[in-house]
């Protein structure tokens, strides 16, 4: 057996943002989509309801021994290794992302928001920061590509509260927030949000709007323009989703965009975007 066997069948199509999509230039698009295709892999890994702990932390290994050279076992993750060494690229990032793999295995439950974002540090913000690596940007634009990771993790863990406690016992929202709010796990079980996990949930889509405030000017310190372009859209759609939290109950309602509202609220991100671009260019030439 090999990870393969307890893939989903999902790939980047259905997922709730985009990933390399035709805004990327084409010669960054292929180590993207590799990197991709280990994460979607080892996340369908952790998420399955039906294989045991055991064996889901040994597939999680023998990923990581395809990626670093120790095995041949996993073809997903040595094509990874190969587009690596290609761009003379580490694999620190996708390291990052099983560590927060093996986390889902073992870990069910957080206690605060300051270790939500902790996991967030390994779940999210290493997606971020290889696309980052892949297209020679400063590291110096990693503090705001964390806070934008983190929080469309967090409206990925809001939409899917209700089906992740279903489905695997998994719950991301903190316990801390859930108590001050006079709410509890059990809620989740639900048709519809109690009156105090509705209020918990909206602290939470809070704090996260709070994440989004940090990462507001994120596209302006890309360099290249496509990349710039496509985190303007990932912005406002995450913009638009977190509003969207705060009005609807995930328990009962539908909290993700369809397509054609996904493609009109991305166009406005890539419209704001190209507009702030020129807006500085041109006051960069009027001087002082």
């Known amino acids: 057996m090999t990870a393969a066997d307890l893939a989903s069948g999902?790939?980047?199509?259905?997922?709730?943002?985009?990933?390399?999509?035709?805004?990327?230039?084409?010669?960054?698009?292929?180590?993207?989509?590799?990197?991709?295709?280990?994460?979607?892999?080892a996340?369908?890994?952790?998420?399955?309801?039906?294989?045991?702990?055991?064996l889901k932390l040994k597939r999680l290994d023998g990923i990581e021994a395809s990626l670093t050279g120790k095995s041949e076992a996993e073809p997903t993750a040595v094509a990874l290794r190969h587009a690596?060494?290609?761009?003379?690229?580490?694999?620190?990032?996708m390291l990052d992302l099983l560590e927060a793999f093996r986390r889902d295995v073992t870990k069910l439950r957080y206690e605060s928001w300051d270790e939500l974002m902790d996991y967030c540090r390994f779940?999210?913000?290493?997606?971020?920061?290889?696309?980052?690596?892949?297209?020679g940007e400063d590291r110096a634009t990693w503090p705001a590509n964390d806070a934008l990771c983190a929080a469309l993790q967090v409206i990925?863990?809001?939409?899917?509260?209700?089906?992740?406690?279903h489905d695997i016992d998994r719950v991301y929202l903190p316990r801390e927030v859930l108590e001050t709010c006079g709410a509890?796990?059990?809620?989740?079980?639900?048709?519809?949000?109690?009156?105090?996990?509705?209020?918990?949930?909206?602290?939470?889509a809070a704090k996260t709007q709070g994440l989004?405030?940090?990462?507001?000017?994120?596209?302006?310190?890309?360099?290249?323009?496509?990349?710039?372009?496509?985190?303007?859209?990932?912005?406002?759609?995450a913009e638009s989703l977190t509003l969207r939290l705060r009005g609807r109950d995930p328990l009962s309602q539908e909290t993700h965009h369809s397509r054609l509202e996904a493609l009109g609220v991305g166009l406005l991100g890539i419209g704001r975007t190209m507009a702030e671009r020129m807006a500085s260019r041109l006051s960069r030439a009027a001087g002082p």
């Not at 779940?123 to 297209?135: I, T």
């Not at 990925?156 to 406690?165: E, F, G, P, T, V």
């Not at 405030?213 to 406002?236: K, M, T, Y």
Request: hydrophobic share 45%; glycine share 6%.
């Open 43 to 54: 996340d369908d890994v952790a998420d399955n309801a039906s294989a045991s702990a055991d």
């Open 84 to 93: 690596l060494a290609e761009r003379g690229l580490g694999w620190e990032h």
């Open 212 to 237: 989004l405030d940090i990462s507001r000017g994120f596209s302006g310190e890309i360099r290249d323009l496509r990349l710039a372009l496509e985190v303007g859209a990932i912005q406002r759609l």
């Open 123 to 135: 779940s999210a913000a290493p997606v971020g920061r290889f696309v980052l690596d892949v297209h």
């Open 156 to 165: 990925n863990h809001l939409q899917d509260c209700a089906k992740d406690y």
């Open 10 to 41: 999902k790939d980047h199509t259905g997922e709730n943002f985009p990933v390399a999509s035709l805004l990327i230039a084409p010669e960054h698009r292929a180590p993207i989509m590799a990197f991709y295709r280990v994460a979607r892999l």
């Open 184 to 204: 509890n796990i059990e809620m989740l079980a639900e048709d519809a949000s109690d009156p105090a996990l509705n209020e918990a949930i909206n602290r939470l």
